[in-house]
């Protein structure tokens, strides 16, 4: 069974640039979630799909973040404009529910904003 | 903000030892979760413990909770090298998102 997938691995900005994320989920997984993992924390939850509706987007900062998953199936999770503040690997996790007892991750994307 | 903490934040021991880490939580759960995260794999889910159990174990793992106390144990018996990695209690909050700890880095030598 494939994993999740994620692209690109590592992203090197300047401030004020945009970046986009992607992630392809497990196959059948129906909840799709985004976490920021800043170095030498855990994962914070940024937002978290069921199908192709956002369930809680709570602690994405929308003022510059903005995440999609049109199809119920991949998802892309942009920045606009990028701050210094946003270096950290980007973590995309599925699971084949809401509350499901356990979340498959990717491999994730590391971001590093100059 | 957190849901659980782990401790210690860091933790170095010879390969053979055992290692154990524990984690405390703040609010009432359904159950705890320890996932690990290295560089080759990534984040991995590791044990599940539900709230009505006190011990359970997995391979190397045992995993205790105390809810009366809001914390957790992870013991891992005869260390590898290979275990050196990240490990995270996590938890879900009344509002059904994942909250993990800070981690605590562990490193086995050969």
């Known amino acids: 069974e494939a994993g999740v997938a994620q692209s690109p691995r590592y992203k090197i900005i300047e401030k004020r640039q945009s970046v986009a994320f992607w992630c392809n989920p497990i196959?059948?997984?129906?909840?799709l979630y985004w976490y920021q993992q800043i170095l030498g924390q855990g994962p914070k939850l940024l937002i978290q799909f069921q199908n192709n509706g956002v369930v809680d987007d709570s602690q994405l900062p929308k003022d510059r973040f903005s995440a999609e998953r049109l199809k119920g199936v991949d998802s892309t999770l942009k920045i606009q404009p990028a701050k210094l503040e946003d270096s950290a690997v980007y973590l995309c996790?599925?699971?084949?529910?809401?509350?499901?007892?356990?979340?498959?991750f990717g491999p994730g994307t590391r971001l590093t904003v100059l | 903000s957190q849901q659980g903490e782990e401790d210690p934040q860091a933790l170095s021991i010879q390969e053979g030892e055992n290692a154990t880490m524990n984690c405390s939580y703040k609010t009432s759960i359904n159950n705890l979760q320890w996932y690990r995260q290295n560089s080759g794999r990534g984040l991995v889910h590791l044990i599940l413990?539900?709230?009505?159990?006190r011990e359970k174990h997995s391979g190397r793992l045992r995993v205790t909770l105390d809810t009366s106390k809001k914390s957790s144990s992870l013991l891992i018996t005869a260390s590898r090298a290979a275990d050196t990695a990240s490990y995270f209690c996590a938890s879900y909050n009344q509002g059904g998102k994942l909250i993990f700890g800070q981690g605590t880095e562990l490193s086995v030598k050969p």
């Open positions: 996790a599925s699971s084949l529910e809401l509350a499901s007892n356990e979340q498959f």
């Open positions: 196959s059948g997984h129906a909840t």
């Open positions: 413990i539900r709230s009505n159990e």
